[in-house]
């Protein structure tokens, strides 16, 4: 009874008054979006934006999506339809959709004041205080000032929950002729109908396994989901399906996220060319876990246990396969590069296999702690040096860019993600300027 009272009371928001309600922002296409902003040549034509060394695709534009590429990709394997559609493809350019997300990201915050930025093309918003506006037209207001300042075409979904506002944007976003690219969730008979439409995977928190785990249990959509009895979900699943079914139902149980610190950190790349050579892979190793120690201590963090992987390339089914990862308790929790190094060398060392051609590699660092807190050994501790040392080489570095390395690293070569396909970097290189003339 008191969810139903609940519902109701927020479902007559617009003709009463509002209390607290819920908006998630999407920019369209984000990558794409923001290579048509500097290049216009590019609207209307199939766009493809690549991951790290041009491998996969992780941004498409509509038109590309027309054509049957899918999100992730391996863009080899889509070469005929590139050649065929004479789709753009471009390597990933993260200084300038960096930049351009600050600045999508401080328009909004002008508007809306809690703000949390879910990721670089999407943020939640937390409305109060706006009982005697008209909502549709206050976020319509929003998205055109984002579309004027910024060229990056934007989604606006609105409801009573997190949970909610992810539907209602999906649906902004697929009918935009309808919805003029705002939808707002406003009434039970809305919210039935959106939830009776998407399916288990498109709800916002529950994964495939999940979601076959639930159509097992003959749920089809998101609203038989829903309809579940809830002393079920607490039984059989956990507190976080309880919170999605509740949010779900129009009851708020996510509020905004503050800035938290990461419970783990990883670095992992894929070479520009495959690499056979144990030293040439210890030397990548080596920086992504020199990598991963700067993070822990840019976020005053220390770690207890660091994971290691490498793996050949899977899409080559014609050369010799071989994948494999270890974890390793760290005796001590630390954010010395020295530390991590040694331990994440080791582990490659025990790892690696020869005539293996590897195409990627990884280190993650978990179990973190703060740096003022963490629980000293008995037997063992970290040189209590290391801390001054790392503290010189973070200024050094900061101040001349990667001037101090570790004596296993490439010392004159400084390694590159392979962009053949690179936009300008407009906004953050001053030879990169558009020049008018």
């Not at 934006?49 to 394997?77: H, Q």
């Not at 770690?303 to 050949?312: A, D, G, K, L, T």
């Not at 490659?348 to 051609?357: A, L, P, Q, R």
Request: proline share 3%; glycine share 4%; charged share 25%.
């Amino acid at each position: 009874m008191l969810n139903k009272f609940l519902n109701i009371v927020f479902f007559k928001f617009l003709k009463t008054y509002i209390y607290v309600v819920f908006a998630l922002i999407d920019c369209n296409n984000f990558y794409v979006s923001c290579e048509r902003v500097f290049n216009p040549a590019l609207n209307g034509r199939p766009v493809v934006v690549l991951s790290n060394n041009d491998g996969c695709a992780i941004s498409r534009s509509d038109e590309a999506k027309k054509l049957g590429i899918p999100m992730g990709a391996p863009i080899f394997k889509y070469k005929s339809i590139i050649n065929q559609y004479n789709v753009v493809v471009l390597s990933s350019n993260y200084p300038l959709y960096a930049d351009m997300s600050h600045r999508v990201m401080t328009i909004i915050s002008r508007f809306i004041p809690d703000v949390e930025v879910y990721s670089i093309d999407e943020a939640f918003l937390k409305i109060q205080g706006y009982e005697k506006y008209d909502l549709f037209e206050y976020a319509s207001k929003m998205r055109n000032t984002i579309l004027k300042w910024t060229g990056i075409p934007t989604s606006i979904g609105i409801a009573s929950t997190k949970s909610l506002s992810k539907i209602s944007n999906k649906i902004a976003r697929k009918y935009p002729n309808k919805t003029k690219h705002v939808h707002i969730l406003d009434t039970d008979s809305k919210r039935v109908k959106a939830l009776n439409y998407f399916a288990l995977n498109d709800i916002w928190g529950i994964g495939r396994r999940l979601s076959k785990r639930l159509q097992n249990i003959g749920c089809k959509n998101a609203l038989d989901f829903v309809n579940l009895p809830e002393q079920w979900v607490k039984s059989n699943l956990s507190i976080v399906e309880l919170r999605i079914q509740k949010e779900l139902k129009g009851v708020s149980n996510l509020d905004l996220d503050s800035l938290k610190i990461k419970k783990s950190i990883a670095t992992t790349r894929s070479f520009e060319e495959p690499l056979s050579d144990l030293i040439k892979l210890k030397e990548r190793v080596s920086t992504f876990s020199l990598s991963c120690a700067e993070k822990l201590r840019r976020q005053n963090s220390t770690c207890n246990v660091m994971i290691v992987f490498i793996r050949s390339n899977y899409f080559r089914k014609d050369l010799r396969q071989h994948s494999c990862s270890k974890v390793i308790a760290l005796p001590f929790a630390t954010n010395s590069s020295l530390v991590l190094n040694s331990y994440a060398l080791k582990a490659v060392e025990d790892m690696f296999k020869s005539g293996i051609n590897y195409k990627k590699a990884g280190v993650i660092v978990t179990n973190l702690v703060p740096n003022n807190s963490y629980q000293l050994g008995i037997f063992q501790n970290e040189d209590c040096r290391h801390k001054s040392l790392m503290k010189t080489m973070d200024y050094i570095n900061s101040k001349y860019s990667e001037k101090v390395k570790l004596a296993n690293q490439d010392l004159k070569r400084r390694w590159k993600m392979k962009q053949e396909f690179l936009s300008p970097c407009y906004t953050t290189k001053i030879e990169d300027v558009i020049q008018i003339k």
